[in-house]
């Protein structure tokens, strides 16, 4: 059996995630510019946590499959055991339709009578033993897919355990490297602010709910009013505009269509970096709102204040 389109994302995603964490700095880097320092310790940050969504909406798909299958097998047993016990009762439903005549046939040589009734009986039985062996096939490929979840399911706590620790070490030294820069800001060095807020439709409704988290503390895996993430905030906003968004930066960006800079409207995303870690919503006047790192609450920024991959809307 094929292995699932699903099953292969989620090993995919694992393994780059392995890798990501392979790859993470230790606390001590060669740069001696705080500044430099504090900015990638955030990225590195946010890469994570970008990676942790990820690995989570996929696994919420693999937990949901697993459901299903659970489901399928208890009626799939019940139906094995009764296509099985119809086999074993053709004969008997022959005996007592057919009484001692389909006896007789068969021991007085009345061919003509013996082969209708076997040619019958044949057929029926071969019938019901096809749907047998397809149940039973079935049964198998659905335990076996159960098995390939198990594993996955312990994959994923690994990788969370694993995530959950490199984020704790990066917090640590941000932490540090903050308290030595005396708790003098970072990261962007100007304030910015929008002029007027835009009105009517979808997209409107997502600057209108974006625009009111301003301030919100930047939260590891946040999509409410308590904390955001990146692409949290951006799932909550076209989720207030009625519209669902994965809770990653780069699903997000294959869930939506593609637009021109140039033919930007308010509520459309617009991502960053080459591996879209990162994402806000375009407000209008050349200014998005997003959550930017840790360390930072939702603010307002040019949309060029960070390298653009692309611009899509939802």
Known sequence: MATPRYLTAISRILIIGGALLAAAPSASWADPSL??????????????????NKTAEELDAVNERAKTVKSALGPLSAAIEANDADISTIAVHYYQTGGLSTVNAIFTGDAMTLAERMTTMDFLAWRQGTDLRQLL???????????????????????????????TAIEGELARLKQMRDGVSYFEGGTYTLHSLPSGGNGAAAVRYANSALGTPYQWG?????????????????????RSLPHNAAMQYDAVRKVDR???????????YNDIHHVGIYAGEGMIIHAPQEGQGVRVSPVDSMPVYGFGRP
Not at 142 to 164: F, M, N, S, Y
Not at 222 to 242: H, I, M
């Open 35 to 52: 500044d430099d320092q504090i900015t990638k310790a955030s990225h590195d940050l946010e890469v994570i946590v970008e990676q942790y």
């Open 137 to 167: 096939d079935t049964k198998s490929a659905l335990e076996t897919e159960q098995g390939q979840i198990r594993g996955l399911r312990a994959d994923k706590q690994r990788l969370e355990k694993e995530l959950a620790e490199k984020k």
């Open 262 to 272: 140039n033919a930007l409207q308010p509520g459309d995303l617009v991502f960053y």
């Open 222 to 242: 946040g999509s409410a009013p308590g904390g955001y993430d990146c692409s949290g905030l951006t799932s909550a906003a076209w989720s207030a505009a009625g």
